[in-house]
């Protein structure tokens, strides 16, 4: 890599009530938002609080907001996302703030378990709990408060369609409703 510039950077730090700081990063070729964020955390803010873990676009455990939008911070390259010289991170937002871009992560796994997640079975016919399925994504913050902005297929690494998906779980869960089913 070969520094051409600096990036003018904002960055949360502390919890709910904390506030974004301003940091100036050299600005490399091919850099990405998580190569960012570790470069502040090595050599301007040791205490930067950040997660991350297979650096290759797999586990997610790097999402961060990046100047408005939910994005993995380690497959969003700078030059994708920054117009002029300002980068803005921040922590996913709709998640509690452990500190600075760390969330806590309980109530999204709270809501996969409880959907069953693992395994999305509601159209195999030998599923036996498809009910019991359809009722855990059809309650409060299931596939009804998906609003279907096409994000999480934006961002899939795998590059499958889960708004399509998500769409198909509401359109079952009103024919369960409609067949007084739920």
């Known amino acids: 890599m070969r520094t051409t510039d600096k990036l003018e950077v904002r960055v949360w730090r502390g919890n709910e009530a904390g506030g974004f700081t301003a940091y100036q990063v050299p600005r490399q070729n ?85 959907a069953k997640g693992a395994f999305t079975l509601v159209n195999d016919v030998r599923d036996g709990a498809g009910i019991e399925r359809l009722r855990a994504v059809g309650g409060d913050a299931g596939c009804q408060a998906c609003h279907t902005h096409q994000s999480c297929t934006e961002r899939c690494p795998k590059h499958l369609t889960p708004t399509a998906s998500i769409a ?10 409609v067949k007084r089913r739920l």
């Open 30 to 114: 091919s850099q990405t938002v998580l190569d960012v964020v570790t470069h502040i955390q090595r050599h301007l803010e040791p205490s930067l609080s950040y997660r991350f873990a297979c650096r290759v676009g797999m586990c997610g455990s790097c999402a961060m907001t990046v100047n408005g939008k939910a994005r993995w911070t380690c497959r969003t390259h700078v030059d994708a996302v920054v117009g002029g010289a300002m980068l803005e991170i921040a922590p996913l937002n709709h998640l509690p703030i452990v500190r600075d871009l760390v969330v806590d992560m309980a109530p999204f796994f709270d809501k996969w378990a409880a």
């Open 168 to 177: 198909g779980l509401k359109r079952l869960v009103a024919l369960a409703v």
